[in-house]
C-alpha cells in the first residue's frame, strides 16, 4: 500500500518569495512515481512536475522544482518567485511505475500568495 | 477531444435517488480512472478500466456504486439510492497507459450534492 503525508494544512507566502511544500511517502513498491498537481479554485487538477524513483536528479519544470530525497522518503515541491496566480491547493501523490496506474494522493496544502 | 469532458458539471440528488456520471476520455486513452474527491480532502481512487476492461474496483465504496466502460471509450459511473455520504466532486482521468501516472489528464469533475 503507498501513503503520502502533507503536513502543512495552509500556508501564506509574500508574493516573489519562493516556498516550500512538504511531502512525505511510503511504499514497499521499488519502482514509484511521485507527482504534484495544482487544483485552484475552479477545481481541476493541473500536473504540475514528475520524479520517477529512478531518477537521479531532481525534476525541474520552470518555476516548479522537486526537491527529492529518496532515503528520507521525501518529495517536497518548490516554487521560486510566487506570483498571485499560485494560490491554489497543492497535492502531492504517488503511483506505482508498472501496472496499476492509480494515484494515491495526500490531504493537500492551501497556499495563499500575499501581494 | 482534447480533453476529458465530464457532465453533467453538477449534479442536485434527492436522497435515494440513482445517479449517473459521464466521462469522455481523450480519444485513444486506454486507461480511465475514477477519483471521488471529499470537501478539503484530496481525491480517492474508486476504479480503474484498462480499454473496457474493469481491473481494479477496490476503491468502490459500497455496492451502491457501478462503473461501465462498454466499449473501451466512455464510462459511466452509477451511483444507487444515494446517500448524503456521497456528496462530493467525482474526477475522471485518463492516459495512455502501460506506465506510471505520468500523462494522466483530468476533467473538471462532476461535483454532487446528495440532499
Known amino acids: 500500500a503507498q501513503k503520502i503525508t502533507q503536513t502543512q494544512p495552509g500556508m501564506f507566502v509574500q508574493e516573489k518569495e519562493a516556498v516550500t511544500l512538504d511531502c512525505t511517502y511510503d511504499?514497499?513498491?521499488?519502482?514509484?512515481?511521485l507527482f504534484w498537481y495544482k487544483q485552484p479554485s475552479s477545481g481541476e487538477m493541473i500536473f504540475l512536475i514528475y520524479q520517477g524513483s529512478y531518477d537521479e536528479q531532481n525534476a525541474t519544470e520552470g518555476r516548479y522544482s522537486l526537491n527529492f530525497q529518496k532515503a528520507r522518503k521525501s518529495a517536497n515541491l518548490v516554487i521560486s518567485a510566487s506570483q498571485l496566480g499560485d494560490s491554489a491547493m497543492y497535492f502531492c501523490?504517488?503511483?506505482?511505475?508498472?501496472?496499476?496506474?492509480?494515484?494515491?494522493f495526500g490531504t493537500g496544502t492551501r497556499l495563499t500568495i500575499i501581494p | 477531444g482534447a480533453g476529458v469532458s465530464q457532465s453533467p458539471r453538477y449534479k442536485v440528488a434527492k436522497r435515494g435517488q440513482d445517479v449517473a456520471l459521464r466521462c469522455d476520455p481523450i480519444?485513444?486513452?486506454?486507461?480511465l480512472f475514477w477519483y471521488q474527491q471529499a470537501l478539503g480532502q484530496g481525491p480517492e481512487f474508486l476504479t480503474y478500466f484498462q480499454n473496457e476492461a474493469q481491473l481494479d474496483k477496490s476503491g468502490l465504496p459500497s455496492d451502491r456504486f457501478f462503473a461501465e466502460r462498454p466499449e473501451g471509450s466512455v464510462s459511466t459511473l452509477k451511483i444507487q439510492r444515494t446517500q448524503q455520504e456521497d456528496s462530493a466532486v467525482y474526477l475522471c482521468?485518463?492516459?495512455?497507459?502501460?506506465?506510471?501516472?505520468?500523462?494522466?489528464?483530468f476533467g473538471s469533475g462532476t461535483r454532487l450534492t446528495v440532499v
Open positions: 480519444s485513444g486513452h486506454v486507461s
Open positions: 501523490a504517488m503511483s506505482q511505475i508498472f501496472g496499476n496506474e492509480k494515484l494515491t
Open positions: 511504499t514497499s513498491d521499488q519502482s514509484y512515481g
Open positions: 482521468a485518463s492516459s495512455r497507459g502501460g506506465g506510471s501516472g505520468y500523462g494522466y489528464t
